[in-house]
């Protein structure tokens, strides 16, 4: 008589965009699921998520990233141009043409020296790296080719960096993740369960306004604010909420909005309070869920509490 083989259990995860603050909050966030036992079956990231999300999925320990971002130099990421250059584009070519502070050819190269394999085939599990296609005027959902210019194009902020050139088209920072369709990686790949980290700060209305007018780069700030104007469908006022997926397959998404400590550009001191941060609230939010998020997510569904779709899409 042949043995029962208990099935495997599949979660995937989405990291959101945040800025520095979100590169160490899904490292925390990633090294609690670590500690937890939950086993990662697919990454989708953005920005910030997809910098930890593409280190992680191309099989660098975490430990070892923790401990290379706990050390990291803003040479190695961030190289801007001279005030002399700056001022020249600005005023004599009135801004013609100039399209960011920063070359991003430095920081693809800190990118590539973090990553354990380079292409996203040779990724141990399957990762994918939204951006925005500046050319078409559309996201683009990475899968293949060479890893560390795909994620950069997901990560180069407007302003901040000039766009990554691919294959003769120009791309910049995606921004947040929806979980419109073509990010459902749920859908593609037959997970039980899909964990959402949301880092992205909230920017919204006045409040928000005066935020940004108070910080360091007051400019990046409020590019913030209309990036993120929206806040997807999935978030809710609580820091832990479950949704299922609509894309398709139903799968129970669990979300999950830590409440963090904000860090300036250029990323300088405070990292590791946001990492810990992280990890022990994603410890705390999950741990009662742990056994069934372990052996039979989809009893999960019984808790979700979806909010109506806007518009009628759930892609907008």
Not at 31 to 43: D, F, H, K, P, R
Not at 97 to 111: K, L, N, Q
Not at 211 to 238: C, F, G, M, T
Not at 262 to 267: A, D, K, S, V, Y
Request: hydrophobic share 40%; aromatic share 8%.
């Amino acid at each position: 008589m042949q043995k029962d083989v208990k099935r495997k259990i599949k979660v995937g995860v989405v990291l959101s965009s945040g800025g520095g603050r979100g590169v160490f909050a899904h490292t925390g966030f990633l090294l609690a699921l670590e500690q937890l036992g939950i086993e990662i079956g697919a990454v989708t990231g953005c920005s910030a998520g997809s910098l930890v999300g593409g280190v992680y999925a191309s099989g660098t320990d975490l430990h070892q990233w923790a401990d290379r971002l706990a050390r990291v130099k803003t040479s190695e990421y961030w190289t801007p141009d001279s005030w002399s250059r700056i001022l020249w584009q600005m005023v004599v070519r009135k801004g013609r043409g100039y399209t960011g502070f920063s070359d991003a050819a430095t920081a693809i190269e800190f990118i590539r020296s973090n990553l354990a394999v380079q292409t996203f085939e040779e990724c141990r599990i399957p990762f994918y790296s939204l951006a925005t296609n500046l050319t078409q005027g559309d996201k683009a959902l990475f899968s293949s080719g060479e890893l560390a210019p795909r994620i950069m194009a997901s990560a180069a902020m407007p302003i901040l960096y000039r766009p990554v050139e691919i294959d003769g088209e120009l791309f910049s920072d995606g921004a947040t993740i929806k979980l419109a369709s073509t990010e459902a990686i749920c859908c593609r790949h037959q997970l039980d369960a899909l964990i959402v980290h949301h880092t992205s700060g909230r920017r919204e209305g006045p409040q928000g306004l005066d935020h940004a007018l108070r910080q360091p780069w007051s400019l990046v700030e409020i590019l913030y604010l209309l990036l993120y104007r929206k806040r997807p469908w999935y978030l809710s006022d609580q820091p832990l909420v479950f949704r299922h997926c609509r894309c398709g397959c139903g799968a129970p998404v669990i979300v999950i909005e830590p409440d963090l400590p904000e860090i300036t550009w250029p990323l300088s001191e405070g990292g590791n309070t946001v990492k810990m941060a992280a990890k022990q609230q994603c410890e705390a939010l999950l741990g009662p869920y742990l056994d069934t998020l372990r052996s039979d997510p989809k009893k999960l569904v019984a808790l979700v509490h979806d909010e109506p779709a806007e518009n009628g899409s759930d892609d907008e």
